[in-house]
């Protein structure tokens, strides 16, 4: 277990995608051990969202807390579950040479650095469903969190995925001269222009051909309106107190219409 | 003492730690005990404003206990998020060094407050209204936040030469620590204490969401 959380440390601190550790063409981290530290994030930021249903609920509703808490990592792999083999598919029509278990890796990877930005925000998330009482506020800053969480996530798969593609392309050249290490310049300077230290840098150099980054966009958009939806579908994950508890809610309308009604119930 | 006041001096110089470097731990536990200190001083004076005779001294027992308690419960609920956004930056290996710029940077703003205390005595003495006292209050930790703000950006000033990433995960801090630390003020009240009211640690039904209250003021205002 304690091996899994140092995976996950890796990745975030980007160190599982180097350039260097990319050099196989792969993103080595171990995807089951990963999959099981995301669960267990998402159990923790689902409790941590739950908390509202046990303060503003006469008697408290410790099942919507069991709930949310089950929920979260199931929003997370549902969605993976959906749209990985279009993701899969698309990233090989655009010409990838990515196999199908490195896209798999890669999709663990950053639903891993999601989670943990997820998982981080529980206090925050805890903290003011304990003090407040106001449904729409919950669900619009669960909304914001969990935006953010993404698109943090969805950065890091879109870097990640860059810098893949140009070991790919340098496999494919000849083997370029080694980089002379200019005297002029410190050591973590220039380290950090060739091997960048962060996750979420940006490589600098190679231009991708525009079929290959359109293909990334609509990875980008497909993850996002399904795991948006798809939240939807597993609602409530905070519960309206003025609704008795369910597991689930009956279909009906859609995420982006519930976000705009909230917006205009804030401050009703 | 002269020891603790020594030390004290070199927080609101910026003087850097000779022992920060060996003993980080210790470092970050005195910064702590400034906090705790400075804030349960101002905490105390504030308290006083429906005066210390009979059950009103717990009034400045609470307000005493509520100002560090406003500061470190707020730095804990939004430390995990900023060091999960560290990590992400790259910037993991500065933590050691960041952790001890926010502590600090809390430490000097209650440090400031402390300072500001007499201030606050003397207004007491001088004006009975229990708005206006909020209102000086108000003030005053505006005047703090300033010089906390100040003690911030000049420890992150190194930081920021080493990599500019500093700057924007500094933005990153005051917009998690102001956004939980409003709700957290909200929650604490009463800091003052009403006078015609008996003293209480939290005012009863006083819970709800700061952003939401005046959100609706100015919705109130707007549509009226």
Redesign the interface.
């Known amino acids: 277990m304690w091996r899994w959380i140092k995976e996950l440390d890796r990745v975030l601190r980007g160190e599982a995608t180097r350039l260097s550790a990319l050099k196989g063409g792969t993103i080595r981290i171990p995807a089951i051990g990963l999959t099981v530290v995301i669960v267990l994030l998402g159990l923790l930021a689902g409790f941590c969202v739950g908390w509202f249903a046990i303060f503003n609920r006469t008697p408290p509703e410790y099942r919507q807390v069991l709930a949310s808490a089950l929920k979260v990592p199931l929003l997370f792999l549902l969605t993976l579950a959906v749209t990985f083999p279009s993701l899969y598919v698309f990233n090989a029509l655009g010409g990838s040479r990515l196999s199908l278990p490195s896209v798999f890796r890669l999709l663990i990877a950053a639903m891993s650095v999601t989670l943990a930005v997820l998982a981080s925000f529980g206090p925050i998330t805890a903290f003011f469903a304990v003090s407040t009482e106001n449904y729409s506020f919950m669900v619009l800053l669960n909304v914001a969190l969990f935006g953010v969480a993404g698109l943090l996530g969805l950065v890091f798969l879109l870097q990640t995925l860059h810098r893949l593609s140009l070991i790919d392309e340098m496999t494919a050249l000849p083997p370029l001269p080694s980089a002379q290490p200019d005297a002029g310049k410190d050591a973590a300077q220039s380290r950090g222009q060739n091997d960048p230290a962060g996750a979420l840098d940006r490589v600098p150099g190679h231009v991708l051909g525009a079929h290959v980054k359109a293909v990334f966009r609509c990875w980008i958009v497909v993850f996002a309106l399904v795991g948006a939806q798809m939240a939807w579908v597993l609602r409530p994950f905070i519960g309206d107190p003025r609704l008795p508890f369910v597991w689930l809610r009956p279909r009906q309308s859609n995420f982006f219409e519930a976000v705009f009604h909230t917006i205009q119930s804030l401050f009703r | 003492m002269t020891g603790f006041a020594l030390h004290a001096d070199m927080l609101l110089r910026g003087t850097p730690e000779p022992d920060a470097a060996r003993r980080p731990v210790r470092v970050l536990l005195r910064l702590a005990a400034f906090l705790v200190i400075g804030g349960a001083l101002y905490g105390a004076v504030m308290g006083t404003f429906g005066g210390v005779a009979g059950q009103h001294v717990w009034q400045v027992v609470f307000s005493a206990s509520k100002v560090p308690l406003l500061l470190l419960g707020t730095f804990?609920?939004?430390l995990?998020?900023f060091?999960?956004?560290n990590?992400?930056?790259?910037?993991?290996g500065d933590f050691g060094q960041v952790l001890r710029a926010l502590v600090a940077a809390q430490a000097g703003l209650t440090l400031v407050l402390a300072a500001l205390a007499p201030y606050t005595a003397f207004w007491y003495a001088s004006c009975g209204d229990y708005a206006l006292a909020i209102l000086f209050n108000g003030g005053l930790f505006a005047v703090a936040s300033l010089a906390g703000q100040f003690h911030l950006r000049r420890a992150y000033r190194p930081l920021v030469a080493r990599n500019p990433?500093h700057r924007l995960l500094l933005r990153v801090w005051l917009v998690?620590y102001v956004?939980?630390g409003v709700?957290?003020g909200?929650?604490l009240r009463p800091f003052v204490g009403d006078p015609s009211l008996p003293p209480q640690f939290l005012r009863e039904g006083a819970?709800?969401?700061a952003?939401?209250v005046v959100?609706?003021m100015?919705?109130s205002v707007l549509t009226r």
């Open positions: 804990l609920i939004s995990p998020s060091f999960v956004l990590t992400l930056l790259g910037v993991r990433r998690l956004f939980v709700q957290m909200w929650v819970w709800g969401n952003y939401v959100g609706r100015i919705w």
